[in-house]
């Protein structure tokens, strides 16, 4: 029983250790969640706390750029 508990734990510890591997390198990878969601946020939080109107996209675009924004 004591060999068996062993093969058990060492096989629990090298898939753990796959899977981290594999979501290091899925949360590593920009494409797969690309940070605009903050900056998105950021520039309508902006305008919205000096009274602006947080869904003009011309208000919003220069904000979200200086935010460090690439697309456009």
Not at 33 to 39: E, G, L, T
Request: hydrophobic letters at 45%.
């Amino acid at each position: 029983m004591n060999a068996r508990r062993s093969i058990t734990v060492v096989a629990l510890i090298a898939v753990l250790a796959l899977l981290a591997f594999q979501l290091r390198g899925l949360f590593a990878d920009p494409t797969v969640w690309p940070p605009d969601d903050f900056v998105e946020y950021y520039a309508a939080g902006q305008l919205n706390a000096h009274g602006e109107n947080p869904y003009d996209p011309e208000k919003l675009l220069p904000i979200e750029q200086r935010a460090g924004r690439k697309t456009v």
